[in-house]
């Protein structure tokens, strides 16, 4: 399965890797990007490969086999990084990447639930490994008022209409139901999906993702050494927005600096080459 790995230039430039660097991947998914770093820190480097689905863990490290330096394949939620690399004898690093959100295996599983295009159940979480709340859980359990509000957080403004439509159709168990009861509900406005942007907050609360990126940006200064690089790359506006906030709190607080005024992004010929990198936005710190 591919899963191709967005702004890899921008990002080794970001980081400023240099040979026998240790350097956390705090996203592997398919250890793209993973690779990628143990190439530019070498044998004497070492590449942390953190991902809080065993599953992309997995095909990370077959990915990676071969790569020219140590990497470590860790099970972590950003919200345990430095617990599990403190486990694992890890003091602070050279440099840090995350590249948020899911990757193309998880869109490409229907039976992971993540995907309108494939039926499955509809799970959505990341960690499979717990008894965390699935999608489904979510959808069949909060009231229609806590159900609009969710859908409402990447600004589906037919939150309301959608939320009356679930609770009427439950219990909603597979991605096609889920589906099919907002396609009858509300109607089709342009090329999307109608229900597109009520998947996307119901990923992001299902796998708490605006909470584990602010989590991430608090333990900044307790995984990366002074000095040393750190670039977040995000695919929507929600997901951004916590990066922005984080980073300029550190920046505030004199914990990092922030190397771009203005956000990167990808050049026109990676979209045309990759069209699933259009919405990436590389922002990139340095800690103090
Ligand atoms: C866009 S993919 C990363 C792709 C990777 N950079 C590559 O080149 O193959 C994002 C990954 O982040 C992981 N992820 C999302 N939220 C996480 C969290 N809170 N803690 C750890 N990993 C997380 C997902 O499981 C997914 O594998």
């Known amino acids: 399965m591919q899963h191709v790995s967005v702004m890899p230039v921008e990002t080794l430039e970001a980081l400023q890797l240099q040979s026998g660097f240790s350097v956390v991947d705090a996203t592997a998914g398919m250890g793209g990007h993973s690779r990628l770093l143990s190439t530019a820190v070498g044998p004497s480097g070492h590449v942390y490969a953190c991902d809080t689905d065993p599953e992309s863990l997995r095909m990370a490290e077959a990915n990676c086999a071969g790569s020219p330096g140590p990497i470590s394949f860790l099970h972590t939620p950003f919200s345990r990084l430095r617990m599990t690399l403190n486990a694992n004898n890890v003091g602070l690093v050279d440099a840090l990447m995350a590249d948020f959100g899911t990757s193309m295996m998880h869109f490409q599983t229907g039976e992971r639930g993540f995907s309108l295009m494939h039926d499955g159940p509809l799970d959505m979480r990341l960690d ?13 359990s909060l009231s229609e008022k806590e159900l609009a509000d969710l859908i409402y957080t990447t600004g589906e403004r037919r939150s309301r209409a959608i939320a009356r439509a679930l609770v009427r159709a439950r219990p909603v168990v597979t991605m096609k139901q889920f589906a099919s009861t907002i396609l009858a509900a509300v109607p089709r406005t342009g090329k999307l999906h109608p229900a597109t942007l009520a998947c996307l907050s119901l990923r992001i609360a299902t796998n708490h993702e605006y909470l584990e990126i602010d989590a991430l940006i608090s333990q900044l200064s307790s995984l990366v050494r002074p000095g040393g690089r750190v670039a977040f790359i995000t695919f929507h506006s929600g997901e951004d927005l916590i990066a922005k906030t984080g980073s300029r709190r550190l920046a505030k607080e004199g914990i990092a600096k922030l190397i771009n005024k203005h956000v990167l992004v990808p050049t026109p010929e ?6 699933a990198s259009r919405s ?9």
Do not use: Y
């Not at 990436?280 to 103090?288: D, I």
């Open 128 to 140: 499979r490994t717990g008894n965390s709340p699935t999608a489904a859980d979510l959808v069949n």
């Open 280 to 288: 990436a936005k590389m922002r990139v710190l340095e800690m103090l």
């Open 270 to 275: 990676e979209v045309r080459r990759n069209p």
